[in-house]
């Protein structure tokens, strides 16, 4: 293992973890994994707990599901079979569903993001709250759409996605730092 590429979650994510999976056509559990911790730590033991429940064969070894999970991902002939693997028989959310694919094809797909949303403005933070496949599908690709539009700038998808965080980064802290400094005027008011 080089630690220096670990250290850098997104990197091994994108540099190792991809090419991984590009040459075996599947993912061991360590490097999936990443993925849900990169995404959102917090899930990590759901995540896992849901595909231990989910496997049809009953197994305990989650080197095994993942494997099957995502040579079945290489299998799927369509970005859309691929999302549909995971959001029905997986039952993925779109923001985490949307992280996988975005690794192992970074170019056909975006991370479903709140901070992304925000930025977009619009109905897209509803989009994952679609009942039926097709109207999540639908509304996926739309988000994908308003992603490449706001940022014409920028040519490879993943790198749009990262300046619509930053930019939501830089509202939020600016906007933390105002409020702060509103408090510490206030206290000093009330002081004197």
């Given at each position: ?17 991809r ?6 056509r599947k993912l ?5 994994f990443c ?5 959102a ?5 759901i995540?896992?707990k ?17 494997g ?6 290489a299998?799927a ?6 999302m549909?693997i995971?959001?029905?028989?997986w039952?993925?959310?779109l ?6 694919l975005s690794v192992l ?7 479903f ?5 925000e930025?977009?403005?619009?109905d ?7 009942a ?26 993943r790198?749009?996605d990262r ?7 830089e ?12 408090k510490?005027?206030?206290a000093?008011?009330?002081e004197?």
């Amino acid at each position: 293992m080089d630690y220096l590429k670990l250290y850098d979650l997104e990197k091994y994510l994108f540099d190792v973890v991809r090419s991984n999976f590009e040459r075996d056509r599947k993912l061991n559990a360590f490097d999936f994994f990443c993925i849900i911790i990169w995404k959102a730590n917090r899930a990590k033991s759901i995540i896992a707990k849901k595909l231990l429940e989910r496997d049809g064969n009953r197994r305990k070894d989650l080197d095994a599901i993942v494997g099957d999970m995502t040579k079945s991902l290489a299998d799927a002939d369509t970005e859309k079979e691929k999302m549909r693997i995971l959001i029905e028989k997986w039952e993925f959310r779109l923001p985490m569903a949307s992280a996988i694919l975005s690794v192992l094809w970074p170019d056909k797909f975006t991370v479903f993001d709140v901070r992304a949303c925000e930025q977009l403005g619009g109905d897209y933070k509803s989009i994952p709250d679609k009942a039926h496949f097709e109207d999540l599908w639908n509304g996926y690709n739309r988000y994908i759409e308003a992603v490449k539009n706001t940022v014409p700038e920028v040519a490879i998808l993943r790198d749009k996605d990262r300046v619509l965080w930053a930019k939501s980064f830089e509202k939020q802290l600016n906007k933390d730092i105002a409020m702060l400094f509103q408090k510490e005027e206030l206290a000093h008011k009330d002081e004197g």
